[in-house]
């Protein structure tokens, strides 16, 4: 019993770590070029970082197994030069967790990054500082709630997470078998005092974020 | 030493460019200032704006060159566009835009690179000093007053020592004493630093009491550059006369003969405007203006002054109370054509008009302006 609660609990967290870390960065940097930059395509990159957003999660996990399988576009290339299979693993539900709950970072960042204004970056390249600079510095300190939002959005998404994880990670236990799924599993199975047990450690978790973050984010005075 | 500005920037609706048609609004510029003080006047919608950012390379132009001190900002010809970077300029706007996260000492400090901590210390020090803000370094800006605020922003622009300081209506968002005692406060830094400072102003007050230069914009040029008294009493065009105060300009002047060698007579429907002597070849209609302020009025049944030469009896239609002084539209009996004239309250006080009452209003030769 103890097992089958351990388990989905660390690699759930494990997984939505690693993965919130990704979105963190990756994110903020796909909504700092999106928010203050302009090229060929750029509604092209938005569409396809939101896309996740509003496909199912079983289709995003499709698309998935079919890029990241051993006959997938970029699973092949990973066997043949490594020997590396991705899916079924709990790598995998990284991947999975990260292309859903990037959208709600980048929307996130990008609206905090376009709030904060133009004319203390401008002011900042005047007083001879780089754009790299100013970035860290003035906008992404500026955006910082917003910032801390996505992540925290991106964390819950990541931990709930179930759909494209299934398709992708499947539901093997000791190695894939997060919460969301053994929750599911433990249903399927009638076993109502894991399935119990397993939920309230869930929303305790949840409570528990929510509350510090708005903690945080409050004793922030911009 | 100082800038020299001489460029265009053209502005397209959507992606009228692709299609080859005409730019939508362009701003084409050319002047001059040396280490002084030279105020950007204009309407809002004017370009200035567009001309101090494409200074500070915000903004780029579309051709033409940019050099300050010797050291070429922008030139289209040789490709040189130096980054906001690379041009050493103080840029202040109009809502300061401190850096909310930091206080005022980092605020300051911020320009300031390859320093040791004290000698950026050392420099802040002396910036809070020449802009009388000691003490407020550990304050954060949303504790400041407007005013403090942009003492900030200007301690802030002038810390690296910039070779030119662009100030983009800095003043515009604060009440008027704080105003005044800015103004003289930045015309004192000016004479220190002996620097160009290129200021941005729509207010006609403001352009003249700080001004070492006007350098007058309308719709994206420049049209008239000049001293103060210049540009105030001898307005080039109509745009310019409007933007200095001329409240009364009328465009049916007519030329119609030399009366002496120091006198014109030009005819305005059926009036006779006298004016100083000018050279002029065109038979055309031309536009002529006269200042509120050099209108006299006087009551048609007491007053016994001399009338200038050109005076015509007329009615009182309005009055309105400035505080300092009375605008005063009057209308004249001969076809009905309203003046304004501005009236200082003592003057008014003695004439004893009212509204509807007989008046009789006259000008000068020599105030009366001529836009060939």
Same mark, same amino acid.
């Given at each position: 019993?103890?097992?089958? !609660?351990?388990?989905?609990? /660390?690699?759930?967290?494990?997984?939505?770590?690693? +993965?919130?870390?990704?979105?963190?960065?990756?994110?903020?940097?796909?909504? /700092? %070029?999106?928010?203050?930059?302009?090229?060929?395509?750029?509604?092209?990159? #938005?569409?396809?970082?939101?896309?996740?957003?509003? &496909?199912?999660?079983?289709?995003?996990?499709?698309?998935?197994?079919?890029?990241?399988?051993?006959?997938? !576009?970029?699973?092949?290339?990973?066997? #043949? &030069?490594?020997?590396?299979?991705?899916?079924?693993?709990?790598?995998?539900?990284? %991947?999975?967790?990260?292309?859903?709950? &990037?959208?709600?970072?980048?929307?996130?960042?990008?609206?905090?990054?376009?709030?904060? #204004?133009?004319?203390?970056?401008?002011?900042? /390249?005047?007083?001879?500082?780089?754009? @790299?600079?100013?970035?860290?510095?003035?906008?992404?300190?500026?955006?910082?709630?917003?910032?801390?939002?996505? %992540?925290?959005? +991106?964390?819950?998404?990541?931990?709930?997470?179930?759909?494209?994880?299934?398709?992708?990670?499947?539901? %093997?236990?000791?190695?894939?078998?997060?919460?969301? !799924?053994?929750? /599911?599993?433990?249903?399927?199975?009638?076993?109502?005092?894991?399935?119990?047990?397993?939920?309230?450690?869930?929303?305790?978790?949840? @409570?528990?974020?929510?509350?510090?973050?708005?903690?945080?984010?409050?004793?922030?005075?911009? | 030493?100082?800038?020299?500005?001489?460029?265009?920037?053209?502005?397209?609706?959507?992606? *009228?460019?692709?299609?080859?048609?005409?730019?939508?609004?362009?701003?084409?510029?050319?002047?001059?200032?040396?280490?002084?003080?030279?105020?950007?006047?204009?309407?809002?919608?004017?370009?200035?704006?567009?001309?101090?950012?494409?200074?500070?390379?915000?903004?780029?132009?579309?051709?033409?060159?940019?050099?300050?001190?010797?050291?070429?900002?922008?030139?289209?010809?040789?490709?040189?566009?130096?980054?906001?970077?690379?041009?050493?300029?103080?840029?202040?706007?109009? =809502?300061?835009?401190?850096?909310?996260?930091?206080?005022?000492?980092?605020?300051?400090?911020?320009?300031?690179?390859?320093?040791?901590?004290?000698?950026?210390?050392?420099?802040?020090?002396?910036?809070?000093?020449?802009?009388?803000?000691?003490?407020?370094?550990?304050?954060?800006?949303?504790?400041?007053?407007?005013?403090?605020?942009?003492?900030?922003?200007?301690?802030?622009?002038?810390?690296?020592?910039?070779?030119?300081?662009?100030?983009?209506?800095? $003043?515009?968002?604060?009440?008027?004493?704080?105003?005044?005692?800015?103004?003289?406060?930045?015309?004192?830094?000016?004479? *220190?630093?002996?620097?160009?400072?290129?200021?941005?102003?729509?207010?006609?007050?403001?352009?003249?009491?700080?001004?070492?230069?006007?350098?007058?914009?309308?719709?994206?040029?420049?049209?008239?550059?000049?001293?103060?008294?210049?540009?105030?009493?001898?307005?080039?065009?109509?745009?310019?006369?409007?933007?200095?105060?001329?409240?009364?300009?009328?465009?049916?002047?007519?030329?119609?003969?030399?009366?002496?060698?120091?006198?014109?007579? $030009?005819?305005?429907?059926?009036?006779?405007?006298?004016?100083?002597?000018?050279?002029?070849?065109?038979?055309?209609?031309?536009?002529?203006?006269?200042?509120?302020?050099?209108?006299?009025?006087?009551?048609?049944?007491?007053? =016994?002054? *001399?009338?200038?030469?050109?005076? $015509?009896?007329?009615?009182?239609?309005?009055?309105?109370?400035?505080?300092?002084?009375?605008?005063?539209?009057?209308?004249?009996?001969?076809?009905?054509?309203?003046?304004?004239? *501005?009236?200082?309250?003592?003057?008014?006080?003695?004439? =004893?008009?009212?509204?509807?009452?007989?008046?009789?209003?006259?000008?000068?030769?020599?105030?009366?302006?001529?836009?060939?």
């Amino acid at each position: 019993m103890l097992e089958q !609660i351990w388990f989905p609990l /660390y690699i759930t967290l494990k997984i939505s770590l690693v +993965s919130s870390l990704i979105v963190a960065i990756l994110g903020t940097l796909i909504a /700092y %070029i999106l928010a203050r930059k302009e090229f060929m395509g750029k509604w092209l990159v #938005d569409v396809l970082v939101t896309l996740p957003m509003v &496909l199912p999660p079983t289709v995003t996990g499709y698309m998935l197994v079919v890029l990241l399988g051993k006959n997938g !576009i970029l699973g092949k290339v990973l066997f #043949d &030069l490594t020997g590396i299979r991705l899916l079924f693993t709990w790598q995998a539900a990284v %991947i999975a967790a990260f292309v859903v709950s &990037l959208p709600l970072m980048v929307k996130t960042t990008t609206a905090a990054i376009e709030a904060v #204004d133009r004319e203390l970056e401008y002011v900042a /390249y005047t007083l001879g500082r780089s754009e @790299l600079e100013t970035a860290f510095f003035i906008t992404l300190p500026l955006a910082k709630k917003g910032i801390l939002a996505g %992540i925290v959005l +991106s964390f819950a998404r990541a931990v709930g997470e179930f759909g494209a994880t299934l398709m992708v990670a499947g539901n %093997i236990p000791g190695r894939t078998n997060t919460m969301a !799924i053994s929750i /599911y599993s433990a249903f399927q199975g009638g076993n109502s005092e894991l399935a119990n047990t397993l939920v309230i450690i869930l929303v305790l978790m949840s @409570l528990i974020s929510m509350a510090i973050t708005t903690r945080l984010v409050n004793s922030w005075k911009i | 030493m100082g800038i020299k500005v001489d460029f265009r920037k053209r502005f397209y609706k959507n992606n *009228e460019r692709k299609k080859g048609k005409d730019p939508s609004f362009t701003v084409d510029v050319n002047f001059e200032a040396g280490n002084e003080l030279a105020v950007l006047f204009g309407q809002s919608g004017s370009g200035k704006t567009t001309t101090l950012r494409c200074i500070a390379g915000l903004e780029k132009p579309s051709g033409g060159k940019i050099t300050v001190n010797g050291t070429v900002y922008f030139d289209c010809h040789k490709a040189i566009d130096l980054p906001p970077q690379k041009r050493s300029l103080g840029y202040v706007f109009q =809502n300061y835009a401190l850096f909310p996260h930091m206080d005022v000492k980092k605020n300051i400090t911020y320009g300031l690179k390859g320093m040791t901590d004290q000698e950026k210390e050392n420099r802040m020090r002396q910036m809070l000093h020449l802009l009388h803000i000691e003490g407020l370094e550990d304050y954060y800006p949303s504790q400041l007053s407007g005013g403090q605020k942009q003492r900030v922003a200007l301690a802030r622009a002038l810390a690296p020592g910039p070779d030119i300081l662009l100030l983009d209506e800095p $003043f515009s968002a604060l009440d008027m004493i704080v105003r005044m005692k800015l103004r003289e406060r930045i015309k004192l830094i000016q004479k *220190e630093l002996n620097i160009p400072v290129l200021f941005i102003t729509h207010n006609p007050v403001e352009a003249f009491t700080l001004g070492d230069k006007i350098i007058v914009f309308h719709e994206g040029k420049v049209q008239q550059t000049g001293t103060p008294e210049e540009v105030f009493y001898q307005p080039k065009n109509r745009h310019v006369a409007e933007l200095v105060g001329v409240n009364n300009i009328f465009d049916d002047a007519v030329f119609a003969s030399h009366i002496d060698k120091d006198r014109t007579l $030009f005819k305005a429907g059926e009036l006779e405007i006298i004016t100083r002597h000018i050279e002029i070849k065109t038979d055309k209609r031309i536009s002529w203006g006269i200042r509120p302020e050099n209108i006299t009025l006087l009551n048609s049944d007491k007053d =016994n002054r *001399e009338l200038y030469e050109n005076h $015509f009896s007329g009615k009182v239609i309005s009055i309105v109370n400035k505080g300092a002084s009375k605008l005063i539209a009057v209308r004249s009996n001969k076809e009905r054509r309203v003046l304004i004239s *501005e009236v200082s309250n003592k003057a008014y006080e003695e004439l =004893n008009l009212f509204h509807g009452c007989n008046c009789t209003f006259s000008f000068a030769s020599r105030d009366v302006l001529i836009f060939v």
